[in-house]
T-cell receptor, first 112, second 112 residues
């Protein structure tokens, strides 16, 4: 059972456009991480959100954690080709061993 | 420093070979993880070590054998693998407090 629905799965846009990626669940998460991954490399942490309603900004990236801590979004302003990659959301339900629930991933391609 | 290192970067092995993957972190994290990842898919949890003890085995075949010699090191011993085991193998460690997992760069494994 997929507990974290991530959408869209594929996104192909032109440089300068804005985009939003969503992760939704019926489960409550104690924390949620967003990662960016390039082919053949490990996921690189972008942000961790832990408080309901929290908004964090990382340059052109804005992350939001839903009030009920069941959903999250990633918004990129003025996308650049360097933003191309696989974006993953991963929620921690607060279990003892930190087992993460991953979204299916969003493959973003930004064309020059 | 939030670095997890993995060696080797690439590994090609035959189905009768025995090899090992290595992971190291010096962040004092007491939970460490092995994941398997296929192209353009999210990572799949294989094993969790907590305080050097195996805490979760996600029904992984016995041809994969994990080992945690100390709090900084994690190994994955491979024996008699199948071609379908070819994948990117990721190691991660978890930070207490934020519960954030930091991933290594991965080992690209090809089984011939």
């Amino acid at each position: 059972t997929q507990l974290l629905e991530q959408s869209p799965q594929f996104l192909s846009i032109q440089e300068g456009e804005n985009l939003t990626v969503y992760c939704n669940s019926s489960s409550v998460f104690s924390s949620l991480q967003w990662y960016r991954q390039e082919p053949g490399e490990g996921p690189v942490l972008l942000v961790t959100v832990v408080t309901g309603g929290e908004v964090k900004k990382l340059k052109r990236l804005t992350f939001q954690f839903g009030d009920a801590r069941k959903d999250s979004s990633l918004h990129i302003t003025a996308a650049q080709p360097g933003d191309t990659g696989l974006y993953l959301c991963a929620g921690d339900r607060g279990t003892s061993y930190g087992k993460l629930t991953f979204g299916q991933g969003t493959i973003l391609t930004v064309h020059p | 420093d939030t670095e997890v290192t993995q060696t080797p970067k690439h590994l090609v092995m035959g189905m009768t070979n025995k090899k090992s993957l290595k992971c190291e972190q010096h962040m004092g994290h007491r939970a460490m993880y092995w994941y398997k990842q296929k192209a353009k898919k999210p990572p799949e949890l294989m094993f969790v070590y907590s305080y050097e003890k195996l805490s979760i085995n996600e029904s992984v075949p016995s041809r994969f054998s994990p080992e945690c010699p100390n709090s900084s090191l994690l190994n994955l011993h491979l024996h008699a693998l199948q071609p379908e085991d070819s994948a990117l193998y990721l190691c991660a460690s978890r930070e207490r407090g934020t519960d954030t997992q930091y991933f290594g760069p991965g080992t690209r494994l090809t089984v011939l």
